[in-house]
């Protein structure tokens, strides 16, 4: 089965609401992964992050690294077969399903964004394994109700069974007065016990001292807004609350589960995001 969409969700109307002359963290991301699916807008803010930050290009791929190791735990030792991926992001190499599907053909995944882009090459990309299936919703984190009372979400996952949700590198682009720990808790609420919760989430912790205060020299004197929300270890502890941690726990992104030796590892502060993997008991 392949993308399942509303009529009116994938037809001609997504773009007329695309606004290349914002920036999109979808697309920027994209560009940073050495994507072409980007715009003017989003390459300037790249460049202008990149400037204070020179790494972040490592950091977007550690990143990705991260969301197929963290997949293939939860298929092959976590045994589970059904996925909830908010802030899915332009596709690129090994995106879940694909990740998920290759180890377990019958696996289903719901995608959500709410870029009008990411929406179009959904449809085009986002092809599932005839086994399993395959959905894109056209929604938003800051809105959890809708994602979950959605009809193509029920249809396509059994909420009675165990979902990994997946939040990679989204969270960090709400503030505190969005509610965060509101939102993923009320996400976390609706799937039972012994389902899973996945997140990736910036942090200055990792970060030397200098970078920071380049970064708040930068901010200060105009030359860029930032977008996102950067919060320590235990800030992002918060999310998983009441949640059984996987091991190694919550760890900058290259060192959860690695697959290469120390040695051929970024330095903390060039992938400076937190990774963990926790269990709803």
């Known amino acids: 089965m392949g993308v399942q969409s ?11 609401r695309l606004d290349t002359s914002v920036m999109h ?9 050495g994507g072409k699916d980007n715009f ?18 490592t950091a977007a791929r550690e990143n990705r690294a991260f969301l197929r190791r963290a997949v293939r735990f939860l298929v092959e030792e ?17 995106n879940t399903h694909e990740v998920a599907q290759a180890l377990a053909p019958e696996a289903r995944i719901v995608y959500v964004d709410n870029d009008p882009m990411v929406l179009v090459h959904a449809r085009a990309l986002l092809t599932s394994s005839s086994a399993g299936a395959t ?8 809105d959890p ?7 193509d979400l029920r249809e396509m996952l059994d909420l009675d069974r165990p979902v990994a949700l997946m939040l990679i590198a989204v969270v960090h682009f709400m503030s505190d007065e969005d509610r ?19 997140m990736t989430h910036f942090t200055a912790d990792l970060l030397p001292r200098e970078v920071v205060e380049r970064s708040a020299a930068a901010v200060a004197a105009g030359h860029y807004k930032p977008d996102g929300t950067a919060r320590s270890r235990a800030e992002v502890g918060r999310f998983v ?3 059984d941690l996987v091991e190694p726990g919550i760890v900058p992104v290259a060192e959860w589960r690695p697959e290469v030796p120390a040695e051929q590892r970024p330095a903390r502060a060039d992938a400076s995001i937190y990774g963990l993997v926790a269990r709803k008991p």
């Open 40 to 57: 003017a807008a989003d390459r300037e803010s790249a460049e202008q992050i990149a400037s204070v930050y020179p790494a972040v290009r």
């Open 6 to 16: 509303r009529p009116d969700e994938l037809g001609g109307s997504p773009l007329r």
């Open 78 to 94: 976590a045994g589970v077969r059904q996925f909830l991926d908010v802030g899915t992001g332009i596709p690129s190499a090994d």
């Open 180 to 198: 965060p720990y509101d939102l993923v808790a009320r996400l976390l609420d609706a799937l039972p016990s012994g389902s899973y919760l996945a």
């Open 145 to 151: 109700t809708g994602i979950l009372e959605h009809p």
């Open 135 to 142: 959905a894109y919703l056209d929604a938003d984190l800051r």
């Open 25 to 33: 963290p979808a697309r920027r991301y994209n560009y940073w992964l």
């Open 241 to 243: 609350a009441g949640l």
